[in-house]
């Protein structure tokens, strides 16, 4: 297994608790397909160097984690088609 870090963004528009219900559904993604979360980073709102869908603010995230494949394939399908989310980064440490 490999490490890897991601960071996402998410839409500025929600509130508090489906923030954390987000964070929760898109950690569940990667532990449901084999990954072992090792750290999870919440920076906050903050203003986005550019415009992204419109919005100048996020929420951002990251978590560090192993995983096979497997795992960042079914991640990177659902959050591509989940609107919530404005950006996200997946980086190999």
């Given at each position: 297994m490999k490490n890897y870090e991601i960071m996402y963004i998410l839409a500025p528009t929600l509130d508090e608790s489906s923030t954390k219900t987000t964070i929760e559904s898109l950690h569940k993604i990667l532990t449901d397909n084999g990954a072992n979360i090792t750290g999870v980073k919440e920076w906050g709102m903050r203003?986005?160097?550019?415009?992204?869908?419109?919005?100048?603010?996020?929420?951002?995230?990251?978590?560090?984690?192993s995983a096979e494949p497997k795992a960042l394939n079914e991640f990177d399908r659902i959050v591509r088609l989940d609107s919530r989310v404005l950006r996200f980064l997946v980086t190999v440490c």
């Open positions: 203003d986005l160097a550019y415009p992204i869908k419109k919005q100048t603010k996020g929420y951002y995230v990251i978590v560090e984690f």
